[in-house]
C-alpha cells in the first residue's frame, strides 16, 4: 500500500491509493482476530474513514481531510493495540502470529504518517518539507510526504529530506523512533522466547518417546 501512497499528479493514481485503503480498513476489521466490542468500534470508525476518504477526492476541502485524518488516526490506533495484545498474549508462535507482527508495524508508520499531518495542519512549519509547488491536491500530497517521512523514522533511516523543526513535531519523532526500536526488540524477542520454549518442550517429548 505504501507503494502507491498518494501522490498528487493523478486521479486514477489517488483513486488506486483510496481503494488499497479501505481494502486494508476492510480486512483490518474483519480480517483480524478482534473481541467483539473492538470489531464493532473499529468497524463504526472504518465507514466514516472511507467514506470521507473518497468525499475528498471530488471535494478537496481542508475540513475534510482533517476529519478524515483524524477518524483514521483512532481507527488505526485500536486497530494497532488490539493486533499487538493478541501477538503478545497469544500462546504459541503461527503464521497468523507473524503476519499480525508485521501488519501492526507498517501500521505504526501509517498512524504516525497522519499524526505529522495533523500536526503540520495545527502548527504550520512544524517540518520542513520537499513540496514547494501547489498542486490541485496539495493536502494529500502533504499526506504522502508525511507517510514517507515516518517510514524513514520507524526504520531509523533518516535522510534528512524532511525535518522535524518545531517541538511538538520533534516530540513526535522521538516517541515514533522509540516506538520502532522498542517494537523489534520487545516483539521480537516475545516471539522467539515462545517459538524456543514449544520447541524445547516438542523436543523433549520426542527424546522421552
Excluded at 107 to 122: K, N, Q, R, T
Excluded at 128 to 145: A, D, G, N, V
Aim: net charge neutral; charged share 10%.
Amino acid at each position: 500500500m505504501f507503494i502507491f501512497r498518494p501522490h498528487t499528479h493523478s486521479d486514477i493514481y489517488l483513486g488506486i491509493w483510496k481503494f488499497l485503503l479501505a481494502v486494508v480498513c476492510f480486512c483490518a476489521v474483519f480480517n483480524c482476530n478482534h473481541p467483539r466490542s473492538i470489531k464493532i468500534i473499529t468497524g463504526i470508525l472504518a465507514v466514516p474513514s472511507i467514506i470521507l476518504s473518497w468525499f475528498n477526492l471530488f471535494h478537496n476541502a481542508e475540513l475534510v481531510f482533517v476529519a478524515n485524518a483524524v477518524v483514521t488516526v483512532v481507527f488505526l490506533l485500536i486497530c494497532t493495540g488490539s493486533i499487538v495484545y493478541d501477538v503478545v498474549v497469544k500462546a504459541r508462535v503461527t503464521l497468523e502470529t507473524l503476519r499480525g507482527v508485521i501488519c501492526a508495524y507498517f501500521m505504526v508508520a501509517f498512524v504516525f504518517g497522519y499524526i505529522y499531518y495533523l500536526i503540520e495542519f495545527i502548527t504550520p512549519g512544524s517540518f520542513q518539507l520537499l513540496q514547494q509547488e501547489t498542486f490541485t491536491y496539495f493536502y494529500t500530497q502533504y499526506l504522502s510526504e508525511m507517510l514517507y517521512f515516518s517510514f524513514i523514522t520507524l526504520l531509523t533511516i533518516g535522510y534528512g529530506d524532511i525535518v522535524a523543526v518545531k517541538e511538538v513535531g520533534q516530540t513526535a519523532v522521538v516517541i515514533e523512533g522509540i516506538i520502532g526500536q522498542f517494537y523489534i526488540a520487545i516483539l521480537v524477542a516475545r516471539l522467539v522466547s515462545v517459538y524456543s520454549f514449544y520447541s524445547d518442550k516438542k523436543l523433549r517429548s520426542i527424546v522421552k518417546e
